[in-house]
Each structure stands twice: as structure tokens, then as C-alpha cells.
């Protein structure tokens, strides 16, 4: 990756999240949610270890390593994305992308409080701002005459995710400190997560039969390769050139292209108060992440929100 230009990195990371957002779409209707997680992530964490043993990275752990990488993927991969799958066969997938903006402030606040990082008033106004545009537009959607069980089933799916995938961000965190390199935890936490989806997929009497359709497999191989291995490779990188915080812009940008997706192939339209809901939760990101020097100390292991 050293040979892309800075500016390179960032688009790729941009348009890459922001389009797997509406990549997912493709996955949820002809295959169970629960199926079509744990093929993505069994995929990606291959992938990922694969890379890994190409640029000569350790791969063997400890079994109490093994144990809490597995807490991670269960959390980070695995259950968090059977939610996000199933919130996006209700909703629009830009409003479930734009529902992550509450995500950094619950990592935030449970950093703090597990292991004594560092939050600035700036950070919290950010992240309550962001919290608070997110709660605007799932009212709004709920309460529109037509489809408000949908919006809210969307909205709860949503709700789950954005918690379960804060839990599974401070897993991360830990085992960062317990000196596990971040590409190795992800390939065995994607792993991880692919086998705790597929439990669930049995536990609630989903076969994986996979489709035929042709729009699924090319969804598959883009979430799996495009939007997990090579965004993270440009991620990383991209952080080591510009730092924690100037790379934390990716995530700003990318609800903001998720819902034009959304607006452009799903058939979305936003009404004013939705419109101010998103303005509001990009406005709070931003708020967090656009300065380098203020908001939360990050926590080593810290990985950025992807659809």
C-alpha cells in the first residue's frame, strides 16, 4: 500500500465503506442473514490470515489469546452483523451506516470507564450530538404512516448492533494491549465471528444452501475482499502516514456516502427532518474525530466502523 498517494488511501477507504453499506442489500433476501455473515467473514478472515503469512506476520497464539479473540470476533463480527444484515431488510442501508454515529461515543464511554481513558467535553458534545441526530431520523421513519413496523424493527436491529459491535471494538482494545497484532486478530476474529453466525444460523433453523443468484456472489466477494481486506490494508496505512485522528475522517464521510447510495439505488428519499437527523449525526463525527488533538485518547486496537 505504500505506493498509493495519501489522497488515494482515503478514497478508497471512503467509497469502499460507503458502498458496502448498500453491497449488503444484495445478501439479506435470497440467503438468511445469520448464512450470509458467516460465509462473508469465513472469507475474510482466510483472506486476511492468508495476507498475513505472505508479509511474514506471527500467527501463533496462546490459547488464552485464542479465547479472547474469539470474545472479539463473536462480538465485532459475528452477532453485531447478523444484526446489521437484518436492520438492512428494513431500512434503507444509509440510515443503518448513519445509525453507527453513536457508535464511537458508547466505545468512548465504556474506554473510560474499563480502562481509564481520557474523554474531552468536545468528544461527549460530539458524541451526544451524534446520538441525538441518529434518534431523529428513526423517529421520523417510525413514525411515517406507512411502514412504521418496518422502521422500528429497523431501528432495534440498528439499536443491537451499534452495542454489541461497541463491546466487541473494546475487546479489540484489550487485546491490542495484550500485545496481539491488529491484522492477526482480525483474521481469527473474522473466523470467529464467522463460526458464532453460523451457530446461530443452526440455532434458529437456517440451512446454508447457498443462492445461484449471480448479484449475491458478486456482493459476497465485494463485502468480503474489497470491503474488509483492502480497506483495512489502506486504513492502517493511512493512519500511519497522517495519525489516529486525520484518519478518523473516513469516518465521516462514509454515512454521508452511504445515504447517497441509498438515495440513488434504493429508492430513499429523505424528508427535511431526516435530512437534519443525518446533518446532525455527521455533524457530531465530525465533531469527535476531525480534530487530531482532542476527543478520546484512543484506545491501541481501536478499528473503524465498516458496513
Known amino acids: 500500500m505504500s505506493r498509493f498517494k495519501t489522497w488515494q488511501l482515503f478514497a478508497i477507504c471512503v467509497v469502499v465503506w460507503g458502498t458496502t ?35 511474514g506476520v506471527p ?39 448513519v445509525g453507527y454515529s453513536a457508535s464511537p461515543l458508547l466505545s468512548g464511554i465504556g474506554a473510560a470507564l474499563l480502562f ?53 471494538s473494546l475487546v479489540a482494545s484489550r487485546n491490542r494491549k495484550r500485545g496481539i497484532a491488529l491484522l492477526p486478530a482480525m483474521g481469527f476474529g473474522m473466523l470467529y465471528g464467522s463460526i458464532a453466525a453460523a451457530i446461530v444460523a443452526v440455532a434458529v433453523g437456517h440451512s446454508i444452501v447457498l443462492p445461484s443468484a449471480a448479484s449475491w456472489w458478486l456482493s459476497l466477494a465485494y ?12 486504513f492502517l496505512t493511512l493512519q500511519d502516514r497522517v495519525g489516529v485522528g486525520a484518519a478518523g475522517t473516513v469516518g465521516v464521510m462514509t454515512p454521508l456516502l452511504a445515504l447517497l447510495v441509498s438515495i440513488a439505488f434504493e429508492g430513499f428519499r429523505p424528508d427535511l427532518r431526516t435530512a437534519a437527523g443525518a ?28 458496513g
Open 223 to 234: 463485502l468480503a475482499f474489497a470491503g474488509s481486506v483492502l480497506t483495512f490494508a489502506c
Open 21 to 55: 453499506w448498500h453491497a449488503i442489500t444484495y445478501q439479506v433476501f435470497d440467503f438468511s442473514a445469520e448464512s450470509g455473515v458467516a460465509v462473508r467473514f469465513a472469507l475474510a478472515g482466510l483472506a486476511v490470515l492468508a495476507f498475513c503469512r505472505w508479509r
Open 116 to 168: 481509564g481513558a481520557a474523554l474531552s467535553q468536545r468528544f461527549v458534545a460530539g458524541g451526544v450530538l451524534g446520538v441525538c441526530g441518529v434518534v431523529v431520523i428513526f423517529w421520523t421513519e417510525i413514525t411515517r404512516a406507512s411502514g412504521s413496523d418496518r422502521a422500528a424493527l429497523g431501528a432495534l436491529f440498528t439499536v443491537a448492533s451499534v452495542l454489541l459491535s461497541a463491546i466487541g
Open 279 to 306: 446533518a446532525l449525526a455527521v455533524a457530531g463525527n465530525a465533531l469527535m474525530l476531525l480534530p487530531a488533538r482532542s476527543g478520546l485518547r484512543r484506545e491501541p486496537g481501536g478499528e473503524p466502523e465498516a
Open 59 to 97: 500467527l501463533a497464539r496462546s490459547l488464552a489469546d485464542h479465547v479472547a479473540l474469539a470474545l472479539q470476533g463473536v462480538f465485532l463480527y459475528g452477532v453485531s452483523y447478523v444484526c446489521v444484515y437484518h436492520a438492512e431488510r428494513f431500512v434503507p442501508s444509509g440510515l443503518v451506516a
